[in-house]
């Protein structure tokens, strides 16, 4: 069965860095979506992405953050100067129109 | 705004036991209501879902039913294993995102 896959699996990086994560969406599906969940906390929405530009954002993607589909198979979340709090596991989902979110296995993201 | 409602964890069970995790959702219009579940170190996978109301989600021996008058989607399992210990989680769809529950940590003892 076709999946969503995430790299790299666990990323640390230092405060005030740049950190880029990558997913590789199921072929066929066209929406694209980037979810956080900081640890013992829900799952939460950060972006959809659909056509090559962001379809809704939540309060939490502020200007730090920046999503791109650089070529025609990745999807990647980037964050400008992380802080502390970025700290949290990112989910990548896709989906087909009308059709159920498929997640990736996530990126650990540990802020030191 | 829209949000999902779960009871909290964790749920400890023997193997056999009937399984019973609360759903309860505030929605404007008629979203799709999910289960996901997240074994261990592993990401979020779809385990059932439901579009409309009465429509009843299944699989693995889970069954969920979309109630709209009680705005419920109580999962249930009649006989749970041990390899059914994970965290669950119920969200609903609501436009271009997923909105999920905070999540019931499930243990089932040998």
């Known amino acids: 069965e076709p999946e969503v896959t995430q790299t790299p699996s666990h990323q640390v990086t230092q405060m005030g860095q740049e950190v880029i994560l990558r997913c590789v969406p199921i072929?066929?599906?066209?929406?694209f979506y980037w979810y956080r969940q900081i640890l013992g906390q829900k799952v939460e929405f950060l972006v959809s992405f659909y056509n090559n530009e962001i379809s809704e954002k939540s309060e939490i993607f502020d200007d730090q953050f920046s999503v791109e589909r650089p070529d025609g198979s990745n999807f990647t979340l980037k964050i400008r100067s992380t802080k502390l709090e970025d700290s949290a596991m990112y989910f990548c989902?896709?989906?087909?129109?009308?059709?159920?979110?498929?997640f990736g296995d996530g990126t650990r993201l540990s802020i030191l | 705004g829209n949000s999902v409602t779960q009871m909290e964890g964790p749920v400890t069970l023997s193997e056999e036991a009937f399984l019973t995790i609360n759903c309860t959702y505030t929605a404007t219009g008629y979203p799709s209501l999910f289960w996901y579940v997240q074994y261990p170190g592993e990401g979020l996978q779809l385990l059932l879902k439901a579009t409309k109301a009465d429509d009843k989600g299944s699989n693995k021996g889970f069954e969920a039913t979309y109630r709209k008058e009680t705005t419920s989607f109580h999962l249930e399992k009649g006989s749970v294993q041990v390899s059914d210990s994970a965290v669950y989680f119920c969200a609903l769809s609501s436009w271009a995102k997923i909105i999920f529950g905070s999540g019931t940590r499930l243990s089932i003892r040998p």
């Open positions: 072929s066929n599906h066209l929406y």
């Open positions: 989902a896709s989906s087909a129109e009308n059709q159920p979110q498929h």
